[in-house]
């Protein structure tokens, strides 16, 4: 198999995909795989790509792809015509398709996606100059089988889901506008309005005109719908299989393998709806650079770093605006097992509008995540695993990592920035909501054998949380008698001691600090300044609170170096989903780039 992330579709509007190909000189025939939309498409990503792998070792050609103004490709999803934009991204899918030789695609589409992926083939649709056009008639190759995994069937629905979702999240309402935020997107008025319009019951008769082969797996675990049962009994087939985004969500955001045991059943179900044509393989023209700005003031190559090699995209001024001479480069570490897109997209958002400022700028996947390879049998993330991957990158993209670059991290990268930055160097750190207070700052979990066979995921010794206080009540009586320790241990997980939690006032956490029990929040911190690193913190209440209780002091005397900046941003939830905190977040990082490093 051949692996090959590349840009495609219109120059003025790239967009990203990654296109796997057989081994030999055959394809038995194309799939598209059209993603689904907003967070799902974070948490279902690895999933995705492993089925798209799978499919392609079977003898297909595949491709992965991000809609216009999402993931790596151009656009926000504030542009205009968001829908047009994405059912033009799939045409866009299948014509690149069609230029590998393929005859026959199978489109296989994921909750929203599945629902995209049948209004355009119903056509007409609109595209992404808001005219009607008959998709497939301008293409050469044939979308002869749909496969829709957990589908959603009503694009008003899928909003008012997304709108609930975020209101459980953030206690928020909509924005009075006409618009709809969910976790990490806001959908406008107009895309609300062409999404609404979207429904099974509209497009039910165009399919049974094209007459598709058409696979749907649905999750047994979802509540009974009698618009779904309506519409599974005019497909050809039907596989059950739980798929549930509230376990996805709910799991540790460190396990990157959520659902990989559904991936088997997924295969059978696309290669036995599939048609089946032999065609000769056409390896396209590789595309690894791409403007990605209305302005054309930011171009973005694929990089390939390292001998694995890691997934990455670098982005740099164009146009008519100068790299700025002597300016570090900034590199952004993932968060959790989230792609290098960043959290809500915000290092594309980021490393778009800095290299329009003149600053070179790249975000890269760790092993295992996004669109970096697997690991090897028996590897398993570790403190000096991931250190590996980072010395890898940050080595490749600049020369002097002690005078040219700039680290921004958010939550696990923030801990990637600071616990590197002390033993590393760089010029600076921006790091958002680490939590100070914790240990785990290496818990990227992948799966691993456990003693008994059975499969566990990540390394126990990576998720010691320091909240816990039976950790803290084994420290104070490491020498005494191990019943003691329970003892107390107990007591300090009582209703009455939980009160006390946050509200030590620093000379307690000061006495703790020098007797070796429970460290000062802000000692990481004091390492990355003594070494004269550019430190800026920026937090929300949550992860502030710990600094301001327990380490004011230090961060006073910190601050009177000129070396370090401590910013709070009132009700920025840890993810940083709201849109508003996000712009201010944007702003924030912008500002002390420019006065620091311009």
């Excluded at 396990?255 to 088997?264: A, E, H, N, R, S």
């Amino acid at each position: 198999m051949k692996e090959i992330p590349q840009w495609f579709g219109s120059a003025e509007r790239p967009l990203f995909g990654n296109l796997a190909i057989p081994e030999g000189s055959f394809s038995k025939g194309g799939v598209l795989i059209c993603p689904p939309l907003g967070r799902e498409l974070i948490y279902t990503y690895g999933v995705l790509k492993q089925l798209g792998d799978q499919l392609c070792g079977l003898g297909f050609t595949v491709l992965r792809f991000h809609y216009d103004g999402t993931g790596h490709s151009a656009g926000t999803d504030s542009d205009s015509g968001r829908v047009a934009a994405w059912l033009s991204s799939i045409d866009k899918g299948i014509a690149f398709l069609s230029s590998t030789g393929v005859t026959n695609v199978t489109l296989v589409g994921m909750r929203a996606g599945a629902l995209l992926a049948m209004k355009w083939l119903v056509g007409p649709g609109i595209d992404a100059d808001g005219l009607l056009v008959e998709q497939t008639s301008k293409l050469e190759a044939r979308v002869n089988a749909l496969v829709l995994w957990d589908p959603v069937l009503d694009g008003k629905r899928f909003l008012r889901e997304s709108r609930a979702l975020h209101m459980v999240s953030n206690s928020t309402g909509g924005n009075g506008d006409g618009s709809v935020e969910a976790p990490g997107v806001v959908y406008s008025e107009e895309t609300v309005r062409d999404l609404s319009a979207i429904t099974v019951s509209d497009i039910e008769d165009g399919l049974s005109r094209k007459s598709p082969a058409i696979g749907v797996v649905t999750n047994p675990g979802r509540a009974a719908s009698p618009r779904l049962e309506k519409f599974v009994a005019l497909t050809d087939a039907r596989l059950d299989i739980g798929l549930s985004l509230a376990d996805i969500f709910s799991d540790s955001q460190f396990d990157y393998y959520q659902g990989t045991d559904l991936v088997g059943p997924m295969v059978t179900m696309v290669s036995s709806i599939a048609p089946v044509e032999q065609t000769s393989i056409l390896v396209p023209k590789v595309q690894v650079t791409a403007v990605v700005d209305e302005a054309g003031n930011v171009v973005e190559t694929i990089e390939h770093l390292g001998e694995r090699p890691l997934f990455g995209i670098s982005s740099r001024p164009a146009g008519g605006v100068p790299a700025r001479q002597g300016a570090p480069k900034i590199i952004f570490w993932n968060v959790g097992r989230e792609l290098c897109i960043g959290p809500a997209r915000q290092w594309v958002e980021l490393a778009r509008r800095w290299s329009a400022l003149g600053f070179e700028c790249l975000r890269f996947d760790l092993t295992s995540i996004g669109d970096s390879p697997l690991p090897h049998d028996g590897w398993e993330r570790t403190k000096s695993s991931l250190f590996e991957d980072v010395q890898v990158a940050g080595s490749e993209f600049v020369e002097d990592i002690h005078s040219g670059l700039v680290c921004v991290g958010l939550c696990s990268g923030s801990h990637i920035s600071i616990e590197l930055g002390a033993e590393w160097r760089p010029l600076g750190v921006m790091v958002v909501n680490p939590y100070m207070t914790a240990s785990w700052a290496f818990g990227i979990n992948v799966p691993r054998e456990g003693e008994n066979g059975d499969s566990k995921v990540g390394n126990p010794e990576l998720h010691e949380n320091e909240h816990d206080w039976s950790i803290l009540a084994k420290g104070l009586v490491a020498t005494a008698n191990k019943v003691v320790a329970e003892k107390i241990a107990e007591t300090l997980q009582s209703s009455r001691v939980q009160g006390l939690k946050g509200k030590m006032g620093y000379p307690l956490w000061r006495v703790l600090d020098f007797a070796g029990v429970k460290k000062l929040p802000s000692r990481r911190l004091e390492k990355l300044v003594e070494v004269g690193v550019a430190t800026l913190i920026v937090a929300g209440p949550e992860e502030a609170a710990p600094l301001l209780e327990r380490s004011r002091p230090q961060l006073e005397r910190m601050t009177s170096t000129g070396r370090f900046k401590f910013v709070r941003i009132d009700e920025m939830d840890h993810s940083i989903l709201k849109r508003r905190q996000r712009e201010e977040l944007c702003d924030v990082l912008t500002d002390y780039l420019v006065s620091t490093y311009g």
